[in-house]
């Protein structure tokens, strides 16, 4: 069975950093595509950054030039470093990973970031 876990969430003040990990254990074949999804309270579910199997990056405009997504395919996990860290990037954050563009895939638990003074 796939498992994602996700790390590195907590509290920081504007402007801060934080770094998020997504860690996969079980046996994964074919995955191509390696999200982060973010949600808020009443609002939908928001695709921050994308990183494929070819290392092809993309992001939300929101989040452009402040976060950076990469990944370790030996140790199948997936991070989101997040500078300048603004209020409005509060949310609960999670990993997906997924074989085709419209797979359900698999999802981490999620991992709350509040930015805040």
């Known amino acids: 069975q796939v498992q994602l876990v996700e790390s590195g969430g907590g509290l920081v003040q504007p402007g801060g950093s934080l770094r998020l990990s997504c860690a996969a254990s079980?046996?994964?074949?074919?995955?191509?595509?390696m999200h982060w999804y973010r949600q808020t309270p009443g609002k939908q579910l928001e695709l921050v950054a994308t990183?494929?199997?070819?290392?092809?990056?993309n992001y939300a405009d929101s989040v452009k030039g402040r976060f950076t997504i990469s990944r370790d395919n030996a140790k199948n996990t997936v991070y989101l470093q997040m500078n300048s860290l603004k209020p409005e990037d509060t949310a609960v954050y999670y990993c997906?990973?997924?074989?085709?563009?419209?797979?359900?895939?698999?999802w981490g638990q999620g991992t709350q970031v509040t930015v805040s003074s």
């Open positions: 079980g046996i994964i074949f074919s995955i191509n595509y």
């Open positions: 997906n990973f997924r074989s085709t563009p419209r797979a359900y895939g698999y």
């Open positions: 990183i494929t199997s070819g290392g092809s990056t």
